[in-house]
């Protein structure tokens, strides 16, 4: 397995950032802030059903939970009220000035830390994280090989990997924009998380003809 991982990662660095297509509009802080004007739209919430994301992965008071690629920090309360005072939720995201919003948002919550991770790896604490959650931001993912190995070191040992994304299928976002902005789709997604040394408990629609979830453990 470790020697299948090395040629992933090997082949991610010979060609290069695997979803430079998804990124293309966030190279740029005015780009990202017309980015963060979707991210924050207040149908965005309604639509992504957080309360059914949290009884789904069964998020209890004490967990720590990282919800990697927040964004402008939909998910920090949420979760935050999830696990409660005794609870963490490690936000992370590859931008700054991403983060900054999302700070904004958690200004009131004692049980959020913020994480400036990069591309291929999001600088989780070792050993440390009881579910992490990548929502809408794996087919964000220049660098998955790298980037999996990195998340597998920070969950505990009986820690899950939780993946909330689109199809990469014509009507899974509008004007049939998943074909082009989706890297690849469910099968391909679980083969490659599987690939990097996780195993797949379970998969469900989220968000019918949309959006799936699909939950790892670390093998």
Do not use: C, W
Not at 128 to 135: E, G, K, R
Not at 143 to 172: C, H, S, T, V
Not at 179 to 201: C, M, N, Q, S, T
């Amino acid at each position: 397995m470790k020697f299948i991982l090395l040629l992933m990662i090997a082949a991610s660095l010979a060609y290069g950032q695997a979803a430079a297509k998804a990124n293309a509009g966030y190279r740029t802080k005015e780009a990202r802030a017309g980015v963060a004007v979707n991210l924050d739209d207040p149908h965005r919430a309604e639509r992504q059903k957080p309360a059914e994301i949290i009884a789904a992965l069964g998020i209890r008071p004490g967990m720590t939970v990282a919800d990697l690629g927040t964004g402008t920090g939909l998910m920090i309360g949420p979760f935050s009220a999830a696990v409660g005072p005794k609870g963490k939720v490690l936000a992370e995201d590859i931008f700054e000035d991403f983060l900054d919003k999302a700070r904004e948002k958690a200004k009131n919550l004692d049980n959020v830390t913020f994480v400036l991770g990069t591309e291929r790896d999001p600088k989780l604490p070792a050993g440390s994280v009881d579910l992490a959650v990548v929502m809408d931001a794996y087919h964000h993912f220049d660098y998955p090989a790298e980037m999996l190995a990195n998340i597998a070191r920070g969950l505990k040992k009986d820690g899950r990997l939780a993946i909330i994304d689109f199809y990469r299928r014509p009507d899974a976002m509008p004007n049939n924009f998943a074909l082009e902005h989706i890297r690849i789709d469910l099968p391909e997604v679980i083969r490659e998380i599987e690939a990097a040394g996780f195993a797949l408990v379970s998969q469900k629609e989220h968000i019918p003809g949309s959006q799936y979830l699909a939950v790892f453990r670390r093998k």
